[in-house]
């Protein structure tokens, strides 16, 4: 159940980006998460729904994007697959995630500035 | 548009942060970590299920090291300080870090525990986590190394069920060992779903009860403490004079502070223990 606090983060973020640019209102939040950041994106809208109440965020939909986790051969490039074995057979080397698939980023903020 | 008052009329713009959401807690833990650098402390992030052996591990690792390093360490945990008591017991100076609802650890709360606590001392500082192998995993603390503790008796399939805390593993280690003869368990299928989540398997297996693979866990330790640069003559945060003989003062985990000297060899490894 860490999505609160990672909710709590999220809205101490948006609300020192608003206040640099003294933004009236927020309108909308774009968060993309990894299919490897540990967070599960029903409990995280949640979590947000929740806690965007008498928040800078509170008339402002979140909209998240599942980023899948491509693990591939830092070398050869060569894509290893889900659920097999996390090293290239050719180059005997350890598979590295691509960017995104293990974390979670906030995007965009749509938001009303003067 | 308002062109009477000057207030200007608000316009909507999209803002691209492309930024971590736990950026925050990566900045704490950055500052853990220089830290622990900084005064030669191998600081470890010990994590693993409720029951996995945690404690039961470090107790263990006094018992097989000897007063080899100077142990510290900090529990978190939910509701008790039954785990600093233990690993008090067995020698091991600690804190417990109560969370309340709080399902796992983070850098500040890291931070925090050292104020008051003498982890400048130690050779080996373990964080010892909330007993969960879901979301500690996601939260850097500041440590060197990630160990995850996994018993036996949790089954074949955790690897696979629980990837994001296996992929942040730096070694695994298979608790409970002695175990084994009354299970219905292959380590050979742990070991492979290990291998199906963590790029860089690494394992020891060990029964903290009997003191098998042991051994191999202590070389671990004596390798990676290795590779943490030696304390700096000069370091910030235990700022003092090099002479041969010398003052300071420190406080310590019940809150007292006190002063007291000691001699000093010509290296800059500053280390010293004594009794309170």
Redesign the interface.
Known sequence: ??EY??IQ??V??VEA?AAA?RA?VV?RLV?SIGE????DPELFQTAYDTFRAGTICEKAPLELRRVPAR?ACPSCGKEIGK?????CEGCAL????APGG????????????? | MCTTCGCGDTKLVPVDVHEKILAGNDRAARHNREHFLEQGVLALNLMGSPGAGKTALLEATARATHGRWRLGAVSGDLATDNDARRLEAAGIPSRAITTGQGCHLDAELVHNALHGFPWRDLDVFFIENVGNLVCPAIYDLGQAANVVALSLTEGEDKPLKYPVMFKAADLVVLTKSDLLPHLDIKVERILDGLRRVMPHPSVIQVSARTGEGMADWARWLEERKSRVPKRAATSPGHVHDHDPSHDHSHPHADGTVHSHTHEHGGGTDHGHGHDH
Do not use: C, N, Y
């Open positions: 159940m860490h606090s990672l983060s999220l101490t973020r980006e640019r009236t309108h968060v490897l950041a540990g967070v693990w659920g097999e074995v996390l090293t350890p598979a590295r995630v293990d974390e979670i980023l906030l995007e965009t903020i749509e938001m009303e500035v003067p």
